[in-house]
T-cell receptor, first 114, second 113 residues
Framework: GAVVSQHPSRVICKSGTSVKIECRSL??????MFWYRQFPKQSLMLMAT?????????EQGVEKDKFLINHASLTLSTLTVTSAHPEDSSFYIC??????????FGPGTRLTVT | QQQVKQSPQSLIVQKGGISIINCAYE??????FPWYQQFPGKGPALLIA?????SEKKEGRFTISFNKSAKQFSLHIMDSQPGDSATYFC????????????FGSGTQLTVLP
């Protein structure tokens, strides 16, 4: 149990375009979902926390107009990187938590902006 | 005060040996301490977790030791195998932060065959 999927697993886009990443909890209802960014050989950096049906809470320094998060249901959250630039290239990972303490991570999405 | 400090940064162990990774925290409100295993290009996988009401938790070859007074916890991997070679992250959370995880900096474990 506790499976979280992400789609796509990797995406290459041109500078200036927008990219949407989906995060789904497959076998549990996720009251809270989190989005992280990870650079090579570094720890995970929390970008935002979202609860179903409410606006996401962004961490300091994360542009909410650039990284749009929607948590439309208890099993789906999306991250849209708007007007992507090469510096947005990174590994984006979502996680989901249910009623208990555990947080389960998706497999990640490798974004490359050319 | 939200930091979780993890050491060592990298660790090389012979097959069959014991791998030990340590973490220390400052925020006494933390009440959940998970360890994650991450392979290159993959998302972190929950390995084992502990709450502060117990001092040790064992699952298979993986053991968490928890010292509340010292504000430290550690992961022990017994009989380490080459397949255990990965990056390990400790983390901590508390209810007041919407259960956001505060991660350690990670330990790159290499188990030599």
């Amino acid at each position: 149990g506790a499976v979280v999927s992400q789609h796509p697993s990797r995406v290459i886009c041109k500078s200036g375009t927008s990219v949407k990443i989906e995060c789904r909890s497959l076998d549990f209802q996720a009251t809270t979902m989190f989005w992280y960014r990870q650079f090579p050989k570094q720890s995970l950096m929390l970008m935002a926390t979202s609860n179903e049906g409410s606006k996401a809470t962004y961490e300091q320094g994360v542009e909410k107009d650039k990284f749009l998060i929607n948590h439309a249901s208890l099993t789906l959250s999306t991250l849209t990187v708007t007007s992507a630039h090469p510096e947005d290239s990174s590994f984006y990972i979502c996680s989901a938590s249910g009623k208990k303490y555990e947080q389960y991570f998706g497999p990640g999405t490798r974004l490359t902006v050319t | 005060q939200q930091q979780v400090k993890q050491s060592p940064q990298s660790l090389i162990v012979q097959k069959g040996g014991i791998s030990i990774i340590n973490c220390a925290y400052e925020n006494t409100a933390f009440d959940y301490f998970p360890w994650y295993q991450q392979f290159p290009g993959k998302g972190p996988a929950l390995l084992i977790a502990i709450r502060p009401d117990v001092s040790e938790k064992k699952e298979g070859r993986f053991t968490i030791s928890f010292n509340k007074s010292a504000k430290q916890f550690s992961l022990h991997i017994m009989d380490s195998q080459p397949g255990d070679s990965a990056t390990y992250f400790c983390a901590a959370s508390w209810a007041g932060s919407a259960r956001q995880l505060t991660f350690g900096s990670g330990t790159q474990l290499t188990v030599l065959p």
